[in-house]
């Protein structure tokens, strides 16, 4: 069983920036495939990006060249860095990991974008 726990959420006004952390538990996070997503009130989750076991990411528009994937395999920690926060961000951010064809996800975060 694969567990993720997200942290680094919070409030922030427009333009502002915040780093999210996603922590696994187990041995085999290197091996796993690693996404963002978030998820607005009134609204289906939403892909952002994506980090393969090799290396390599992936962005939606929406987000490419404000956020950036990365992941710490020593830590088993995956990591989301968001500049340039716009009141759209806002919403409930999650983890997930997909590992033999198997998807978990952690609890989510809140981000808040606001003046």
């Known amino acids: 069983q694969v567990q993720l726990v997200e942290s680094g959420g919070g409030s922030v006004q427009p333009g502002g920036s915040l780093r999210l952390s996603c922590a696994a538990s187990?041995?085999?996070?290197?091996?796993?495939?690693m996404a963002w997503y978030r998820q607005a009130p009134g609204k289906s989750r939403e892909l952002l990006a994506t980090s393969s076991s090799g290396g390599s990411t992936i962005y939606v528009d929406s987000v490419k060249g404000r956020f950036t994937i990365s992941r710490d395999n020593a830590k088993n920690t995956l990591y989301l860095q968001m500049n340039s926060l716009k009141p759209e961000d806002t919403a409930v951010y999650y983890c997930?990991?997909?590992?033999?064809?198997?998807?978990?996800w952690g609890q989510g975060t809140q981000v808040t974008v606001s003046s």
């Open positions: 997930s990991a997909r590992i033999d064809y198997v998807d978990y």
């Open positions: 187990g041995s085999i996070f290197s091996f796993a495939a």
